[in-house]
């Protein structure tokens, strides 16, 4: 009888489930989707490791866990010898060296532009190898068999439209080095967008490494003895210092690196998927009240005929349990379109993988269907809990739940207490000396006002409304003083519409202080610390010396300052302990007309002398002072004992650095050994620096991967970056958006059925339909209009706390973007105006005498 019931009342009310339909499609849509994409780009990477890892594989020792390889910088490698030695070992059908590196890329000579892919995945040069698992198969001409010779890849051949006798170039941090190509090799398996170029073993050693070594020695077996078998015999021939891994730890390696890449994107999705459920909630919520609300009648027949409070509750919860499983059918089913477009995206940016591979684990149906059914049946679950508390006689007679007045004081004291809590969290976070502390207070403030806020809705909607909608009587008449006393009417309702809308907007207004804080303070950062006119960065290379001389060449140009890099760097503290540093090496007059830093103690002139300089929070955290003597390791056993001589003032460019002289560095770094990742460069006075610039950027042509740029072109760089970042966000807050105006939709489109006889009765004494529709077209801007208020004060909230919280780690300007806020309020007015389109056509085609004579 309760299925039976759920069921006829479900489809009886099935247009006005529509949009709730949709939001849950859209939420469920986003997890699917996005385990989908993961899902397909981690089994692509799994097919491709384990068609082509060896049985073991003997690499280089292991470097320290806090170690990075730093661009331009020689690979580690194994000795020649190690070869023979596996190939030696009982079992081993055959061994081979290989080479294979990610430090160079490749050139085009005709145009001077990159072959291969510029971001997502990498270039990768090594030796030729003829092994029983190779990625690739010649497909067209020969193996390199020369020092002039290199095989390219079929799939980077087709994109930049090379063939077999075409002439390529490899540069490195060795040089440029000019070859033809003289095979064209296809990948085995799905190629997941790498760039892939081979040359004979004796030039891959001298070009790509420097020695006669290898990167690896890979060991194939004859199926005698099991992989962990060679592994145990490669360990006792070798020694523990290198790394030998089997098949299976190579794959698990390598995927697990993969996915550590492709994290960010997937718990973005998953956080904003979240996000729209938390709306799509508000959303249910309201579409199972007013469902109920109108059918109070039909309750109270149910109560008075037997029907008990569980059961009532029930036939309320079976109702959203059909629309949770529906919704999340068609959600899976809309999820895989999600991951195509996910995947397009990825190949947009450099990676390969293909849609028809699509990989649909039982993961996806459980995520899909748990998510789509829970957010449903919790949000119907609270209006069916109150239709379920009301008296049967109380229902007949259309009548309310008298326990209305008691929630409004347990709302109204626990909305207070979350706000007022979350708002003191905002103000601890954003007082904190410690970024690390001042984050975790402001995840924490940000959740408990979101939380406070959403409470209060029902409580602020009478009073702000009152204030919004004000002017409307005086500017529309009887239609605006009617569109404000129905936004005022059922204040619960409006609270949960506007809700929906204002977590969306609130992320938006804060992203976007966020953001502009950024820029500003970077800008200002460049304007007050930065002397030299062009700022050059090296890629994956690093600098070489023929790129700093082609600079020094250039007409325009008065001098040229290099910095020298040690990303491993480290400060060792008096009790022992390694504290790491970005750690930098500069010339005698770094920091005089080129760069302009604030010292809050000592000397930045004693750098040149053979001192230290460091951050002020690094001196802090570390209780470290003017004179101190430190060991400074520069990484590789090169260390050297200095004296603090300088202390940077935090929050500016330099603030967070450390600092050795260029000649203090060198004593124990040989000048080989030191890498150039940036450089600088200064104009002649008197020059025209945009032409300068353009001169810089022709003689430097020949060097692709290098990145020119004068003083407002780093600022717009900066700018981008932010801006990628930011775009990433209004696009997936753009899906909570949209489930929000959905929300506006749905409650206006339910609010004008439950009013139905009340419409009538207005048409029937003197209300036009103009006038009817302009009135619903009020009352949807007003509460537009108020979940956006609401909206722009907790994002403000958040993104000046969030810029306090940073301003020792370069956000030390705040920057609110009064555009994006009007625009913000602006566009809430559109949303209110065409959420309000389709309720207001059809409550102004209503027959007046039907709608009067509905029960």
């Known amino acids: 009888m309760l299925l039976k019931t759920s069921l006829r009342s479900f489809f009886a009310h099935k247009g006005r489930m529509a949009l709730s339909l949709i939001a849950v499609v859209l939420s469920v849509a986003f997890v699917s989707g996005t385990l989908v994409f993961s899902n397909t780009a981690t089994s692509t990477f799994s097919k491709l490791f384990a068609a082509t890892a060896s049985d073991v594989s003997v690499q280089p020792p292991k470097p320290a866990e806090d170690e990075d390889p730093q661009p331009g910088s020689k690979p580690a490698t194994v000795p020649a010898a190690l070869a023979q030695q596996v190939a030696a070992l009982p079992g081993v059908k055959t061994a081979v060296g290989q080479v294979m590196v990610g430090n160079a890329i490749l050139v085009n000579p005709a145009t001077d532009k990159l072959v291969g892919p510029t971001s997502g995945a990498p270039t990768l040069v090594g030796n030729w190898t003829d092994t029983p698992r190779?990625?690739?198969?010649?497909?067209?001409?020969?193996?390199?068999?020369?020092?002039?010779?290199?095989?390219?890849?079929?799939?980077?051949?087709?994109?930049?439209?090379?063939?077999?006798?075409?002439?390529?170039?490899?540069?490195?941090?060795?040089?440029?080095?000019?070859?033809?190509?003289?095979?064209?090799?296809?990948?085995?398996?799905?190629?997941?967008?790498?760039?892939?170029?081979?040359?004979?073993?004796?030039?891959?050693q001298?070009?790509?490494?420097?020695?006669?070594?290898?990167?690896?020695?890979?060991?194939?077996?004859?199926?005698?003895?099991?992989?962990?078998?060679?592994?145990?015999?490669?360990?006792?021939?070798?020694?523990?210092?290198?790394?030998?891994?089997?098949?299976?730890?190579?794959?698990?390696?390598?995927?697990?690196?993969?996915?550590?890449?492709l994290d960010f994107m997937k718990y973005a999705m998953l956080g904003f998927a979240g996000i729209s459920l938390i709306v799509g909630g508000f959303l249910i919520i309201n579409t199972f009240s007013m469902l109920v609300a109108q059918r109070t009648r039909e309750i109270g027949l149910l109560r008075a005929i037997g029907g008990s409070r569980a059961q009532v509750n029930g036939s309320v919860l079976v109702e959203a349990l059909i629309l949770g499983v529906l919704g999340s059918t068609l959600g899976v089913a809309v999820g895989l379109g999600v991951a195509v477009g996910l995947i397009k995206l990825m190949n947009a940016i450099g990676m390969d993988l293909k849609a028809s591979d699509l990989v649909i684990g039982p993961d996806v149906f459980v995520a899909g269907y748990a998510v789509g059914i829970l957010i449903t049946v919790v949000a119907a679950w609270i209006p069916a809990r109150r239709a379920s508390r009301i008296a049967p006689m109380a229902a007949l007679r259309d009548h309310g739940t008298p326990a209305e007045a008691r929630s409004n004081v347990v709302r109204t004291i626990l909305g207070l207490l979350l706000t007022g809590g979350g708002a003191g969290l905002l103000v601890l976070a954003g007082q904190s000396d410690k970024a690390g502390t001042g984050?975790?207070?402001?995840?924490?403030?940000?959740?408990?006002?979101?939380?406070?806020?959403?409470?209060?809705?029902?409580?602020?909607?009478?009073?702000?409304?009152?204030?919004?909608?004000?002017?409307?009587?005086?500017?529309?008449?009887?239609?605006?003083?009617?569109?404000?006393?129905?936004?005022?009417?059922?204040?619960?309702?409006?609270?949960?519409?506007?809700?929906?809308?204002?977590?969306?907007?609130?992320?938006?207004?804060?992203?976007?202080?966020?953001?502009?804080?950024?820029?500003?303070?970077?800008?200002?950062?460049?304007?007050?610390?930065?002397?030299?006119?062009?700022?050059?960065?090296?890629?994956?290379?690093?600098?070489?010396?023929?790129m700093i001389d082609a600079v020094k060449r250039t007409p325009g140009i008065d001098h040229v300052t290099t910095q020298v890099g040690f990303d491993n760097g480290r400060i060792r503290l008096a009790d022992g302990q390694k504290a790491r540093t970005r750690l930098t090496a500069v010339p005698a007059g770094f920091f005089g007309t080129d760069f302009h830093a604030t010292a809050v103690a000592g000397s930045v002139d004693s750098i040149g002398t053979g001192s230290l300089g460091i951050g002020e929070t690094f001196a802090k955290d570390h209780n470290l002072r003017l004179g101190d003597q430190v060991t400074v390791d520069y990484g590789s056993g090169r260390t050297q004992q200095l004296p603090v001589g300088v202390v940077f003032k935090k929050g500016e460019l330099f603030g967070d650095g450390s600092f050795v002289g260029l000649d203090t560095a060198t004593k124990v770094v040989p000048a080989a050994d030191q890498t150039v990742g940036t450089f600088f460069a200064k104009a002649t006075p008197g020059t025209d620096v945009a032409k300068t610039l353009t001169a810089l950027e022709d003689a430097l042509r020949q060097y692709p991967q290098l990145t020119v740029k004068d003083q407002a072109g780093y600022k717009e760089l900066v700018q981008s970056q932010v801006n990628t970042l930011l775009y990433l966000i209004y696009g997936l807050v753009g899906l909570s958006?949209?489930?929000?105006?959905?929300?506006?939709?749905?409650?206006?489109?339910?609010?004008?059925?439950?009013?139905?006889?009340?419409?009538?009765?207005?048409?029937?004494?003197?209300?036009?339909?103009?006038?009817?529709?302009?009135?619903?077209?009020?009352?949807?801007?007003?509460?537009?209009?108020?979940?956006?208020?609401?909206?722009?004060?907790?994002?403000?909230?958040?993104?000046?706390?969030?810029?306090?919280?940073?301003?020792?780690?370069?956000?030390?300007?705040?920057?609110?973007?009064?555009?994006?806020?009007?625009?913000?309020?602006?566009?809430?007015?559109?949303?209110?105006?065409?959420?309000?389109?389709?309720?207001?056509?059809?409550?102004?085609?209503?027959?007046?005498?039907?709608?009067?004579?509905?029960?």
């Open 439 to 546: 984050g975790q207070l402001l995840g924490l403030g940000l959740l408990l006002t979101l939380i406070g806020f959403v409470v209060l809705g029902p409580l602020l909607a009478t009073v702000v409304i009152k204030v919004l909608g004000a002017l409307l009587p005086a500017l529309f008449g009887p239609s605006g003083k009617l569109a404000q006393r129905n936004a005022m009417r059922n204040p619960r309702r409006t609270g949960a519409t506007a809700a929906a809308l204002m977590i969306g907007l609130a992320l938006v207004i804060g992203s976007s202080v966020f953001s502009s804080s950024a820029v500003t303070s970077a800008s200002e950062q460049i304007d007050r610390s930065v002397g030299v006119d062009y700022i050059i960065s090296g890629g994956p290379t690093g600098v070489t010396g023929e």
């Open 206 to 261: 001298q070009v790509l490494l420097g020695e006669p070594a290898f990167t690896s020695v890979e060991a194939y077996g004859d199926g005698s003895r099991t992989d962990d078998q060679l592994k145990a015999d490669a360990l006792a021939k070798v020694g523990g210092g290198y790394q030998v891994k089997t098949a299976a730890e190579q794959k698990d390696e390598n995927t697990k690196a993969i996915g550590s890449g």
């Open 737 to 855: 958006i949209t489930v929000a105006v959905l929300g506006v939709v749905n409650t206006l489109a339910l609010s004008v059925v439950e009013r139905t006889r009340e419409i009538g009765l207005l048409r029937a004494i003197g209300l036009s339909r103009r006038q009817l529709r302009r009135m619903i077209r009020l009352e949807s801007v007003v509460i537009a209009l108020f979940g956006a208020v609401l909206g722009t004060g907790l994002g403000l909230a958040w993104g000046v706390t969030a810029q306090r919280v940073l301003r020792d780690q370069g956000l030390g300007t705040l920057s609110v973007p009064t555009t994006t806020v009007v625009v913000t309020l602006v566009s809430s007015v559109v949303i209110g105006l065409v959420a309000a389109l389709v309720p207001a056509f059809r409550a102004g085609r209503m027959n007046v005498l039907a709608a009067i004579a509905t029960d």
């Open 134 to 204: 190779n990625a690739v198969k010649l497909t067209s001409g020969h193996v390199p068999q020369g020092s002039g010779e290199l095989v390219l890849d079929a799939d980077t051949a087709k994109k930049a439209k090379l063939a077999v006798g075409d002439r390529i170039r490899v540069d490195n941090a060795g040089g440029q080095h000019p070859y033809t190509i003289v095979g064209i090799a296809t990948f085995t398996t799905t190629n997941p967008g790498a760039a892939l170029a081979f040359l004979d073993t004796p030039t891959a």
